[in-house]
């Protein structure tokens, strides 16, 4: 499940990975649990019979088969299970800032994910109950339903804040598997055309002049774009996104950097480094390299210390040094774990 506007992003990058089993995309609800109830509609529209039904969070990347077969065991025996871990720390009840209670920690768990229903069991509760309730199992128990717990793991982080993404690549590095790393490059050339605005690296820029082009002709998005979709093994620019497509006429590039980088994800890549370097004699545009690099970032949602953007010029050599173009070439680096 995912927010209806990246729905049909998700599917495009899904339909073009490689997956040996079938993968819905479903738009979520306003609420959790009307997401599941989404996913569940899904699944029964689909006819994809399942005796048991797994709820995970995607911001849990750590989960594995041997947690998810201690759920299924579970469930088999009660109907529903949840994975916990002990908590460390001493809890505290505490109104208008002042401490009333102090729980036994020593019954008190932390709950995660996956957790795992029998179907009919978690349909009978989607069906029934309509009070906001914080996760499935919490649905199940107002229902009436026993739920067991089984053995989670302290790696099995959940992702919500940025400190948490320090702490998952802690993880990832110890976690035993090898980086495989990919480079590519992308290069992209376009003449200046009279009339402002100019369109580059998504600013828009005060400017006599604009870049030609069948999209919106932002040179340094397309080297990215070029870029990542080389690293990914994926083609070109022109073959993914091509110009006699009238769909993509007056497109806003950022949507071509986004999609590589959802393909590339598909197939288990992540950016871990990209350099790029826009060449121009005019205007200037170092006063807007920040800029360029906070773009990048957001467009293949990263952070902006693993994006930099340099600017020179041909000091006025050749057409763009004579201001007839602008040009902009970039490197990336893709890594993903190995199996």
């Known amino acids: 499940m995912t927010h209806q506007t990246k729905v049909a992003d998700i599917s495009e990058s899904i339909a073009n990975g490689n997956f040996s089993m079938p993968i819905r995309v479903v738009s979520g609800g306003a609420r959790r649990q009307d997401s599941v109830r989404n996913g569940i509609g899904e699944l029964d529209r689909a ?20 947690m ?5 065991a ?10 916990v871990v002990p ?18 920690r020593e019954a008190m768990f932390s709950v995660q994910t996956p957790q795992v229903f029998r179907a009919e069991i978690l349909r009978a509760a989607h069906q029934t109950v309509e009070a906001d309730v914080t996760d499935d199992a919490s649905m199940v128990e107002v229902a009436g339903g026993l739920v067991a717990t089984f053995e989670g793991a302290y790696e099995n982080i959940k992702i919500t804040t940025p400190s948490d993404i320090d702490i998952a690549r802690a993880i990832a590095a110890e976690s035993g598997g090898e980086w495989t790393y990919r480079w590519g490059s992308g290069f992209d050339g376009h003449k200046l ?3 402002g605005p100019l369109k580059l690296g998504g600013c828009e820029i005060e400017f006599d002049m604009r870049l030609q082009g069948h999209s919106d002709g932002d040179v340094l998005f397309h080297a990215v774009a070029s870029a990542i979709l080389g690293a990914a093994g994926l083609g070109d620019l022109g073959g993914r996104f091509p110009s006699t497509d009238p769909k993509y006429a007056g497109a806003d590039s950022s949507t071509f950097i986004r999609d590589a980088t959802l393909e590339a994800r598909a197939l288990g890549w992540c950016i871990d480094h990209l350099d790029a370097t826009i060449i121009a004699q005019r205007p200037r545009l170092a006063a807007y390299v920040p800029d360029f690099e906070a773009n990048i ?15 020179t010029s041909t000091d006025e050599v050749g057409a763009i ?19």
């Open 87 to 104: 908590l460390k720390d001493t809890i505290k009840r505490v109104e208008h800032g002042i401490v009333v209670d102090t729980p036994d």
């Open 297 to 311: 970032a957001d467009a293949v949602d990263t952070e902006t210390d693993r994006v930099n953007i340099k600017v």
């Open 47 to 66: 006819q994809m019979a399942s005796e048991f039904i797994a709820v995970h969070d995607a911001a849990r990347p750590f989960v594995n088969e041997d």
């Open 74 to 83: 579970a469930a088999r025996h009660v109907g529903a299970a949840i994975p």
């Open 68 to 72: 998810l077969k201690r759920g299924l």
């Open 193 to 195: 055309l009279e009339g």
């Open 321 to 339: 040094g004579q201001g007839e173009g602008i040009a902009a070439q970039a490197i990336v680096t893709l890594r993903r774990q190995s199996s």
